[in-house]
Each structure stands twice: as C-alpha cells, then as structure tokens.
C-alpha cells in the first residue's frame, strides 16, 4: 500500500507568481483535502476534491485554486503570491464517507 | 473564531510520567475529535480518535477522555517516552458526507525528558 506522496519538497517563489503543488493520495482513497499550515499553527482547511470536483472550502480567496485527477491525484495552485502564503501545504487523502484521512509529508513554500 | 482551543502550548514531562493535553471546541455539530502526532518535517499522523458517543477510549498508552456536557476532551499519553516527543493537534470535524474537513487546533509541543 503506497502513501499519500507530495511534490516538490520545497520551493521558494517571488511575491505575485504561481505555484502547482501536487499530490497522490493514498492507494484505494478517492477523496483529496489541502491544509496550510503556518509555522507554529494547526493545518487550516483550504479545500477537498472528490469526483474531480471541489466539495468544500475553507476561508481561503478564490487564488487558491485545485484540481483532480481521475487517478485520483490532485492539485493545488496559488496566484499571485503573497508573503503570508509561506507556509507547509499538507495534502491529506480519505475514502469518501470516512473520517479517517491520512496526510502527506507537506510541501515548504517559502514567498519572498 | 477560533473553534478548537488547545491547550498548553508546550509540555514538559519527566520519561514514565503522564502527559495530558487539553482541547476545548465551540460548534456542538462536532462529532468526530482526532488527535494527530506530528514530527519535524513530517505531515500529521493519525494517532487515536474518538465520538461523542463514548466517554473514554485507550489504545495501548494513548487515551482520548471525552465530556460532551463541558465541551472538551483529552489526550493522555501514559508512561511517556523520549520517542513521544512531537507536536501533537486536536481536531473535529463536522458530519456530512465529505469526511476529512477538519478544524485544528494550534498543537501542543510535547518533550519528554530521558
């Protein structure tokens, strides 16, 4: 059974510039959920997919935007950039109807 | 609005003692309180998880204590190791059917001394 898998590991960006992060769910999960999560704080819901479509969004600007894959994978994409999107972006995948997710190793973007 | 209020913000604890960190919520619609173990690095892990249906539930030297009537709950980790040493969440979540929506609390940084 393979693990939910991030990439990249970490990246460093310019402030107003795009960045794809990517990541594979867990094998047999067909439910993707992001999180930010800023030094020293708890992860912060941003968004799941599931069937490929957005199901749920936490308080975050329309900026954050995501995709699915229909293997499943998803992706998560940031427009014009702000120094306070420095954070760890935790991807976490579940089988839809279950509350028991499990998360990736996080992805480090550093806004400078 | 802060809806899960976690508590202490670090914990110190002697190896073989007891470390008990607390979590209050807001929103009775809850009903589903993880707790997660993270390590430097590394994405939360799931440790041990409990409803509101039940009072109390242990896995080996974890321990959720729930009391619904006060709005809180509690991870005990009983003869506490070196390795325990983590950064541990509270969360809950809200039923419906897209599970895995969870709201975090800001984590507890556990050291536990040899």
């Known amino acids: 059974e393979t693990g939910v898998t991030q990439s990249p590991t970490h990246l460093i960006k310019t402030r107003g510039q795009q960045v794809t992060l990517r990541c594979s769910s867990q094998s047999g999960h067909n439910t993707v959920s992001w999180y930010q999560q800023a030094l020293g704080q708890g992860p912060q819901f941003i968004f799941q997919y599931y069937r490929e479509e957005e199901n749920g969004r936490g308080n975050f600007p329309p900026r954050f935007s995501g995709l699915q894959f229909p293997n499943y994978s998803s992706e998560l994409n940031v427009n014009a950039l702000e120094l306070d999107d420095s954070a760890l972006y935790l991807c976490?995948?579940?089988?839809?109807?279950?509350?028991?997710?499990?998360f990736g190793p996080g992805t480090r973007l550093t806004v400078t | 609005q802060q809806q899960v209020k976690q508590s202490p913000q670090s914990l110190i604890v002697q190896k073989g003692g007891i470390s008990i960190i607390n979590c209050a919520y807001e929103?009775?619609?809850?009903?589903?309180f993880p707790w997660y173990q993270q390590f430097p690095g590394k994405g939360p892990a799931l440790l041990i998880a409990?409803?509101?249906?039940?009072s109390e539930k242990k896995e080996g030297r974890f321990t959720i204590s729930f009391n619904k009537s006060a709005k809180q709950f509690s991870l005990h980790i009983m003869d506490s190791q070196p390795g325990d040493s983590a950064t541990y969440f509270c969360?809950?979540?809200?039923?419906?059917?897209?599970?895995?929506?969870?709201?975090f609390g800001d984590g507890t940084t556990l050291t536990v001394k040899p």
């Open positions: 929103n009775t619609a809850f009903d589903y």
């Open positions: 969360a809950a979540s809200i039923p419906n059917t897209n599970a895995g929506k969870s709201t």
């Open positions: 409990i409803r509101p249906d039940v």
């Open positions: 976490a995948s579940s089988f839809q109807g279950s509350y028991e997710q499990y």
